[in-house]
């Protein structure tokens, strides 16, 4: 039997989700997950194939287990990365509900009150992990609407086969834009789009060095590694660069039709245009809420915890909720951050 109201009700069941669920649990606070999806995994079920972490697999789990090691020499595909997921709820027998999608969330007599598809939830504490994978970001750049080729999000790429022999515009400078045209580079004539030069971090930088970095950075320690937003040089990536294939240009002015007109107003003519320009945060159902924004994100206090809205906490939707928490290594220390909080909250609503 479930209480009514509960303790905590977790947003969203990917690596967030599950991390805020095993601290919560280890708490002793009740909660339910509820995950829109309609199989564990979270994005990793939308990647493309040849997708890679950027660390081993024991420096890319959630706490309480380690990830098992791949097969072969190379990082964890999205595969093994899903099935590490699914094994992880089962083996911690989390409560995960799915598929649920919560449509919005209100406040009513001090509790939150979620609106779902199957119905209505109350809780005294809402923990938002619904990532950004769903809210894919295309800039506004002139003529995109005129354009009459193929256009798709990096969300959407499902691999190099269907633009084979094509000529494709890859736009975005950071890790997504340089692999996905590493990927296409076999296959099709690829022009690759950045605002500026790509930064690479230096070859033996993986996601293990990004993490050291990003929890230096949280102890107000620097050390001039360079940002988090710089390019991590896997092997494909490190191949095409080196073989002097994988060259950026400079953003396009503009897209035509049949084309794309470049800075210098030289007109290229193209097939495809890849947007490997980010996502934003999937915080559309927390509409009902009066919740402090500045420059439309949400407001947190470097971490997840959303001030002046008791019981509320944001979980892995990047570094503005908590260094590194977007990660599946990096997301535990703030996971558990939550659950503490959650905790607390719950004690002093039971004293009032």
């Known amino acids: 039997m479930v209480t009514d109201p509960l303790p905590a009700v977790v947003v969203g069941g990917g690596q967030a989700g599950l991390a805020a669920s095993f601290y919560l649990r280890r708490r002793g606070v009740e909660h339910l997950v509820l995950d829109a999806g309609d199989a564990p995994g979270g994005a990793w079920r939308h990647t493309w194939p040849s997708l890679r972490l950027f660390s081993p697999a024991a420096y890319s789990s959630l706490p309480g287990w380690r990830m098992p090691p791949t097969e072969g020499p190379d990082n964890p595909d999205a595969a093994h990365v899903i099935a590490y997921l699914a094994a992880y709820e089962q083996r911690y027998d989390l409560p995960v509900r799915r598929p649920v999608r919560v449509r919005s969330v209100t406040r009513q007599d001090g509790l939150f009150l979620l609106d779902t598809d ?31 080729g193929v256009q798709l999000h990096s969300s959407r790429y499902a691999g190099p086969a269907p633009f084979a022999g094509r000529r494709v515009l890859v736009v975005g400078g950071a890790n997504s834009g340089a692999q996905v045209a590493a990927d296409l580079l076999p296959v099709a004539e690829v022009t690759w789009a950045t605002l500026g030069p790509p930064r690479y971090l230096p070859d033996e930088v993986d996601g293990r060095e990004l ?23 896997v092997p ?5 660069r080196d073989a002097g294939e994988l060259v950026a240009t ?52 470097g971490g997840p915890t959303v001030p002046g809205v008791p019981g509320l906490f944001l979980l892995g939707y990047g570094d503005w909720c908590g260094a590194a928490s977007a990660t ?25």
Do not use: K, N, Y
Request: charged content about 25%; some cysteine; proline content about 6%.
């Open 236 to 240: 494909p990536v490190r191949r095409a």
């Open 211 to 233: 993490f050291r970095v990003a929890s230096a950075s949280l102890r107000g320690e620097g050390d001039g590694v360079g940002s988090l937003g710089d390019i991590v040089a």
């Open 118 to 148: 199957h119905g209505t939830r109350r809780a005294h504490a809402v923990v938002g992990a619904t990532g950004t994978w769903s809210r894919p970001f295309v800039p506004a750049v002139p003529g995109i609407a005129d354009f009459r």
């Open 328 to 352: 599946l290594i990096g997301v535990g220390q703030w996971a558990r951050r939550v659950a503490e909080e959650v905790a607390d909250h719950g004690a002093a609503a039971a004293r009032a």
């Open 250 to 301: 400079p953003m396009v002015a503009r897209l035509t039709p049949d084309g794309a007109v470049a800075a210098d107003e030289t007109e290229h003519q193209l097939d495809a245009v890849v947007w490997c320009t980010g996502f934003r945060p999937e915080l559309s159902w927390l509409a009902g809420l009066d919740v402090p924004r500045r420059a439309g994100r949400v407001v947190t206090d």
